[in-house]
């Protein structure tokens, strides 16, 4: 491992995280945000990321002892560069454990000393000297159990008691546990360009070790690896794509053949494109479409380096498609922004501004996706609608919803089938989830066309 200094290693976690919180990014973007700039060895970015990933997925337990050693007001009263120190401060105190806490201390006062002021300085060394002998168990010290496991696992108060009621206290508990423990690293093969004997050889010449998956022919799970799979020089040249087991089943229950008209709606960065593409053999159209004119850019991108050619792509807001795409595609693939509740192992930055309101602003939107995407799918056609969510709202109650309402669409079982059934009697539909399947929280639904 890179020798990085501590000064600088919170230097680079207080600037990633105030980034992310206060554009409200994913991770990855404010890495590349503080990155992009400098040439920096791409161990010191694991070790920064690991950093990062330590302290969201127990932000809530670092803030609340922050709360309880403040006299008045809440961590949420600072600049984001200011209530960043101290997380990562305490994080290193009371739960990473790795450096003496008067050496934490230090180390943060200076560092606000440089990125804010001295009175930052001073109120971060006034602070810091009590939570050197605060008891973090005094967090838990609270009367409501759901208040108390989501301060223990730093998910969303809204969250815990949603699953707590859907899946049962025991369940939701596992789920929380899971969802606090690094994610698998997923690997899907692009048979466009080799296949899984050839790739399985390449990787490990490459010092990465890959398990086959049992229920997918195209997906591998990363065992161990010398370097991030996104450094190998197999991934550049596109023999593989880096796509969670759930997401790589959605493709797999659209089922598309070659030749055929597909329209993969909400698609950049592409990663169900060239799946879809992989699995017609290159022969057709993808129709792929997106609002954003950044994420297209992405898309053609990963289009390019994984060798598919048969993709159009569209910059539209998906609600317009039946205005502006006047044709009868063979099959649909609808994934549509969500409130990302299925993400919380993957991105528990999204803990930090998930609400329970966004979920009925997403499922208003996705209604008005779905609704408009349904008008081009043809007589016998194919619509898969999936999200990474893990609400009612968002998943079940609007395909009972959507067919009722349309009164031209059947549900038929979403093979291959491999999660747990729907809720809401929606059986047919799948859901797979990470404590019981190591993938992202994920709802896949596949609908006929029946005139």
Same mark, same amino acid.
């Given at each position: 491992?890179?020798?990085?200094?501590?000064?600088?290693?919170?230097?680079?976690?207080?600037?990633?995280?105030?980034?992310?919180?206060?554009?409200?990014?994913?991770?990855?973007?404010?890495?590349?945000?503080?990155?992009?700039?400098?040439?920096?060895?791409?161990?010191?970015?694991?070790?920064?990321?690991?950093?990062?990933?330590?302290?969201?997925?127990?932000?809530?337990?670092?803030?609340?002892?922050?709360?309880?050693?403040?006299?008045?007001?809440?961590?949420?009263?600072?600049?984001?560069?200011?209530?960043?120190?101290?997380?990562?401060? +305490?994080?290193?105190?009371?739960?990473?454990?790795?450096?003496?806490?008067?050496?934490?201390?230090?180390?943060?006062?200076?560092?606000?000393?440089?990125?804010?002021?001295?009175?930052?300085?001073?109120?971060?060394?006034?602070?810091?000297?009590?939570?050197?002998?605060?008891?973090?168990?005094?967090?838990?010290?609270?009367?409501?159990?759901?208040?108390?496991?989501?301060?223990?696992?730093?998910?969303?108060?809204?969250?815990?008691?949603?699953?707590?009621?859907?899946?049962?206290?025991?369940?939701?508990?596992?789920?929380?546990?899971?969802?606090?423990?690094?994610?698998?690293?997923?690997?899907?093969?692009?048979?466009?360009?080799?296949?899984?004997?050839?790739?399985?050889?390449?990787?490990?010449?490459?010092?990465?070790?890959?398990?086959?998956?049992?229920?997918?022919?195209?997906?591998?799970?990363?065992?161990?690896?010398?370097?991030?799979?996104?450094?190998?020089?197999?991934?550049?040249?596109?023999?593989?794509?880096?796509?969670?087991?759930?997401?790589?089943?959605?493709?797999?229950?659209?089922?598309?053949?070659?030749?055929?008209?597909?329209?993969?709606?909400?698609?950049?960065?592409?990663?169900?494109?060239?799946?879809?593409?992989?699995?017609?053999?290159?022969?057709?159209?993808?129709?792929?479409?997106?609002?954003?004119?950044?994420?297209?850019?992405?898309?053609?991108?990963?289009?390019?380096?994984?060798?598919?050619?048969?993709?159009?792509?569209?910059?539209?807001?998906?609600?317009?498609?039946?205005?502006?795409?006047?044709?009868?595609?063979?099959? +649909?693939?609808?994934?549509?922004?969500?409130?990302?509740?299925?993400?919380?192992?993957?991105?528990?930055?999204?803990?930090?501004?998930?609400?329970?309101?966004?979920?009925?602003?997403?499922?208003?939107?996705?209604?008005?996706?779905?609704?408009?995407?349904?008008?081009?799918?043809?007589?016998?056609?194919?619509?898969?609608?999936?999200?990474?969510?893990?609400?009612?709202?968002?998943?079940?109650?609007?395909?009972?919803?959507?067919?009722?309402?349309?009164?031209?669409?059947?549900?038929?079982?979403?093979?291959?089938?491999?999660?747990?059934?729907?809720?809401?009697?929606?059986?047919?539909?799948?859901?797979?989830?990470?404590?019981?399947?190591?993938?992202?929280?994920?709802?896949?639904?596949?609908?006929?066309?029946?005139?």
């Amino acid at each position: 491992m890179v020798n990085l200094k501590l000064p600088k290693r919170y230097e680079y976690v207080v600037s990633v995280l105030s980034r992310v919180e206060r554009r409200r990014i994913p991770l990855k973007s404010g890495l590349e945000d503080i990155f992009s700039g400098e040439s920096v060895d791409w161990r010191v970015r694991s070790a920064v990321t690991a950093h990062v990933l330590g302290i969201l997925r127990n932000y809530r337990l670092i803030d609340q002892a922050i709360n309880l050693t403040l006299k008045k007001g809440s961590v949420h009263m600072f600049k984001p560069e200011l209530r960043n120190i101290l997380r990562v401060a +305490v994080y290193d105190i009371h739960i990473r454990r790795a450096v003496p806490a008067r050496t934490v201390t230090m180390v943060a006062v200076n560092l606000a000393k440089k990125m804010l002021d001295d009175n930052a300085a001073r109120l971060v060394n006034a602070l810091l000297r009590q939570i050197e002998d605060f008891k973090i168990e005094k967090v838990l010290e609270r009367e409501d159990k759901a208040e108390v496991l989501a301060l223990k696992y730093s998910h969303p108060t809204w969250f815990v008691r949603y699953m707590i009621e859907l899946l049962g206290e025991e369940e939701a508990i596992k789920l929380f546990e899971v969802n606090n423990s690094p994610a698998p690293v997923w690997l899907r093969v692009n048979t466009l360009k080799t296949d899984k004997e050839k790739i399985i050889k390449t990787l490990e010449r490459e010092g990465t070790k890959v398990a086959l998956d049992a229920d997918l022919p195209d997906v591998f799970r990363v065992i161990e690896s010398r370097k991030p799979p996104i450094r190998l020089s197999s991934f550049s040249r596109g023999l593989f794509y880096i796509q969670d087991k759930a997401s790589v089943l959605a493709g797999h229950v659209l089922d598309p053949k070659p030749g055929e008209l597909i329209v993969d709606v909400c698609a950049a960065p592409g990663g169900k494109t060239s799946h879809i593409a992989q699995l017609m053999e290159n022969e057709g159209k993808i129709i792929a479409i997106d609002i954003s004119r950044l994420r297209i850019k992405a898309l053609k991108n990963n289009m390019k380096r994984l060798g598919v050619k048969i993709v159009e792509t569209k910059i539209m807001d998906a609600r317009d498609i039946p205005r502006k795409l006047k044709i009868e595609a063979d099959r +649909v693939l609808v994934d549509p922004a969500c409130s990302s509740t299925g993400n919380l192992r993957s991105r528990p930055e999204v803990r930090l501004w998930v609400k329970k309101k966004d979920v009925k602003r997403f499922a208003k939107l996705q209604w008005e996706i779905l609704k408009a995407a349904a008008e081009i799918v043809k007589e016998n056609g194919i619509l898969v609608y999936s999200t990474c969510s893990m609400t009612l709202e968002e998943n079940e109650y609007l395909i009972k919803r959507f067919i009722e309402d349309t009164n031209s669409f059947k549900i038929v079982k979403a093979e291959p089938f491999i999660g747990r059934p729907g809720f809401n009697d929606l059986t047919d539909a799948q859901r797979l989830f990470p404590h019981l399947h190591d993938t992202e929280g994920f709802f896949i639904a596949k609908l006929v066309k029946t005139r």
